[in-house]
């Protein structure tokens, strides 16, 4: 069965420092989709990334970064020079395939404090 | 401006009371789908919906119920059956038909229900 897990429950950093979330994934199916939402303390989810099973490439969005490693089932997500305002709550999810009606399963989250 | 709107946005419950959550999305999405949310854990889902006039359980659909009679509205009903509706609860879209895996889900600000 398909799982996400984000081992890290809470990470506290100081402003400007790098910090890296970590998402290890189960599944199946050969074809599937890795998301990473953010959940600032307003409650809305705010997409960040989607990447597909077949694009291992890493990807880079100014001071985001994520690493994809389809051999340790990793989909690591990187903020460089942090700032208080990436304080929040973010979330790793997995989709697979439109037969099982395209459901994302969510990790637990990991809290991420930023201190000025 | 398009998006997703979700009404109230605090709710108060008594017990044995049912209780009707609005979701409401000018995005043209074809899928929709209720999440919640409880402290510590991620989003599960409890329905969702590919069409109109159409909807599946998710994973903890138990005590609550749906309907989708506009591509726009998807009302999620917390019945008296469900047994610790206490939570937030997410509402997201996606584009395609039918609910593609590559439709990112975007959702809503969340409705926060508290059974007193």
């Known amino acids: 069965a398909q799982k996400v897990t984000q081992a890290q429950t809470e990470i506290s950093v100081v402003e400007k420092e790098d910090v890296t979330l970590d998402c290890v994934y189960e599944?199946?199916?050969?074809?599937?989709?890795l998301f990473w939402y953010k959940q600032p303390p307003s409650g809305e989810l705010v997409f960040l990334i989607r990447?597909?099973?077949?694009?291992?490439q890493n990807e880079i969005s100014g001071r985001y970064s994520w690493n994809f490693q389809k051999s340790t089932s990793s989909f690591n997500f990187t903020i460089t020079a942090s700032q208080v305002v990436d304080s929040a709550v973010y979330f790793c999810a997995l989709s697979e395939a439109p037969v099982r009606g395209n459901k994302l399963v969510f990790g637990a989250g990991t809290i991420l404090r930023v201190k000025s | 401006d398009g998006g997703i709107t979700q009404s109230p946005k605090y709710l108060f419950r008594k017990e044995g009371q049912n209780v009707t959550l609005s979701c409401e999305q000018n995005?043209?999405?074809?899928?929709m789908y209720w999440y919640r949310q409880d402290p510590g854990q991620g989003l599960r889902l409890i329905y969702y919906s590919q069409i109109v006039n159409d909807f599946q359980k998710g994973d903890i659909a138990e005590g609550y119920s749906v309907s989708r009679e506009k591509k726009e509205s998807f009302p999620l009903t917390v019945t008296s059956a469900q047994k610790n509706p206490t939570a937030f609860y997410l509402c997201a879209s996606s584009m395609g038909p039918r609910g593609s895996p590559t439709d990112t889900q975007y959702f809503g600000p969340g409705t926060r229900l508290t059974v007193l």
């Open positions: 599944t199946r199916d050969t074809t599937y989709y």
């Open positions: 990447r597909n099973s077949f694009d291992e």
């Open positions: 995005l043209n999405h074809d899928a």
